[in-house]
């Protein structure tokens, strides 16, 4: 194979969701012959945003809650990356809630990997805006008190044109996953759900075993309707896969200079060609 | 010839566009003009005025003596006849006031007849350039260049209608004129464009939004990207990330939007990723006045974000100096691998100044790009340690096999999270490093005035325009006094200051500010003293007259 990622040594706790949700990405890029140079990964602060340090891509790891920001600002820099933004349900969806609703409005061509452990890991265990209401955690003593966050009902109000979930703990299904929404065009919402084996006593491997069930071959993914009713499902199982996909324009093609021009970054950068605009000022 | 026309009016009765009218007839008849707005932060009523002074000299100030009050209402009257000079005339509407101090007109009156009472303004810019002696073809010449062509008609006939109104006074020569009419917004803005800046991205905040807007104008020609994000915290973040895939970018607000940058301000400095971002200053605290100035964010420039990290802060004194600063900045910035920030003032932004055009084939483009050649090591390090500090900076996807990581954690040559204690000394110590040659590119504040003066002004920023005009007036007048006006600012620079302080026997601190902010940094750095300062918070800039008058009293 040509197309190879390195990989480096994580310091994830050992069973953690994160090292078959690595492997899944590496496995995506390598099968999508995404060459490392050309794959930007952009992640916040947390334990899942530590990704860029243990696979040889480029990456950006900024600040808590703020990844999808300078995903969206690499990428329109620059068309020809592939920018996947990984970060935790904490960075996501509590820190990053803001950045999260407009960058499903904005609709930029990029790929979002939400690593859901529905706790606070690297922090020691608080609620996360996914934490089951009434759970018991290291900080919240008597349980969660908040309504836990629906993401995926979240982005389809959005308008997101892309919205699926994942379970680390089958590999195969999520590098599918990972391939759809990496190659789909505009804004992908991959919600993950990963097991913490420290902080998350309640959503173990075997409870999202027995709280997952797979979408049928025959669901049709265009029915936006339906698709929110199945991103609302939740006590009585929890669906796998795609759950929303349909074309949309996206942000990027909207600016003609883009997509029909050289990426931004190789642009000739000539003082004189604004020169022109003194004449405003006569 | 130095004549002021203060037009006053509240918020929505169109004094801009009379005042935008005016000042170019002006400038177009050859004079220099300088245009001082005072606005309210509101859409409708309110009282709002404008200030246009002109000369056959170069003016850098408003002044505070008026020579005619062009009134939209009563209030205009009241709130400014005190400032009229002894000759100083009152033009307005006959239904405003008939009182028999003022010229009043049938401005409303002629418009009706022209069956379009918006167009009474016009009615009295006619009666006014009579008046001054400003021919009627120029009139309507830049009628029809400013305005939408369906309006046009019925104002050329309402200027020419109000050109009968009133006698001529004066009789003034046409001047040549090749100047540019520009504020400091536009200037800034301009110098981005010219400096191939690719991405900017903000959010609205008086005043600083007629960057982004102008930017916006002509971002499709300049294949610019100009994006609104949902917030200043986004914004800072987006441009960053623009900025590490290689394209130059900037993002810019006033103090609560820059507030809320700093996080990632702090950030820039870690990943050690150019960026330029501008705060266009207003009187605060928190939302203090949205249209006023004030020169209250120094500090809180030099110092906001956590951590230690270099950056490098210039003050704007003027739009002339906004445009090659601006351009500069983003040469610094890529160099240096540091944040830029230029302060600019909500005075700055909004005056209107004619001025010599901008010289753009000074502009040069300095990106310090690593490429092939530089990357020596099998795997890139991306934070090579070096002499100087400076690693070679490789942007992403351009070379088959290396990537390039930035991270905001303490990290070793990688760009890797490291813990290990030397490493973080090291890398403390190489980002810190970088300081040593930015030192020698600062630039020392300018200096106006006499050699060695006995008095010497210190201020910064947009204070400029104002502290000039005072120091040649005082100049003339036989006093011995220059001023330095610092734009470079962080690293402050002291050379000068200490060359010429060392000599003068008073040092005087000129800010808008209430504590000093500029004085607090040269007692920081230097051994000298100000002996006295001129410190102004209202909201309101400082005139030159109001410098003459205060230093007066002082000296
Ligand atoms: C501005 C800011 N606030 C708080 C933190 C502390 N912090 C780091 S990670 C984190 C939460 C991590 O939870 P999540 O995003 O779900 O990631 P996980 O560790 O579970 O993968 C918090 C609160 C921070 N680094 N920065
Ligand atoms: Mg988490």
Redesign the pocket.
Known sequence: MTCEYKLYNPTWCPGCG?YMIRDALKQALEELDIEPHNAVIVT??????KMPHYIGANGFNG???RALPPGIGVKLANKELTVIVE??????Y??GGNHFIHAIRRNVNIAHFV???Q?????KG?G?PTTARGQKTTLQFDGVKLEPVKPLALSLTMGAGFVARGFSGDKAHLVNLMKEAITYNGYAHLDIF?P?VV?NKINTFRWYKDHTYYLPDYYDYTDYENAYKKALEWDDGIPLGILYKVEKDTYDDSFDFIKNGEPLVDAELNPMDAEKYMKEFY | MDYTILIGGAAGQGIDTTVGLLERIIKRYGYHVFTYKNFMSMVRGGHNFMQIRFSDKPVTSYSTKLDMIYAFNQESVEFHKDRLKEDGVVILDKNISTDEDYIYLPLVETAKSLNNDKVASSVGLGAILNYLGLPLELGKKVLEDELAPKIFEVNRQALERGYELLERKYNIDKREDNNILINGNQALALGAIAAGCKYYCGYPMTPSSSVMTYIAKHANEMRIVVDQIEDEVGALNMALGASYAGVRAMTGSSGGGFALMV?ALSLAGIIETPIVVFNAQRTGPATGFATRTEQADLRFMIHAGHGEFLRMVIALRSPEDAFYQTARAFNLADKYQIPVLLMTEEYLTNYNITHEPFDFSKITIERHLATESDVTEERYKRYKFTENGISPRLIPGQIKGQVVLVDSHEHNEYGNIDEDADNRVKMVDKRARKIDSLKEEIQEPWFIGSDSPENLIVCWGATYGAVKEAVNRLNEKGLSIGALIYGDIWPFPTNKLNELGRNAKRIIDIEHNSTGQLESLIKEFTDLKCTDRILKYDGRPLSGDEIVQRLDLLI
């Open positions: 994160n916040g602060i947390g334990q899942a945003a600040l808590h809650g970060s935790g349900d904490g960075d996501t509590g820190e690593h859901d452990n706790i606070y890991g690297l922090t608080q996360s990963q913490c902080w | 996080e």
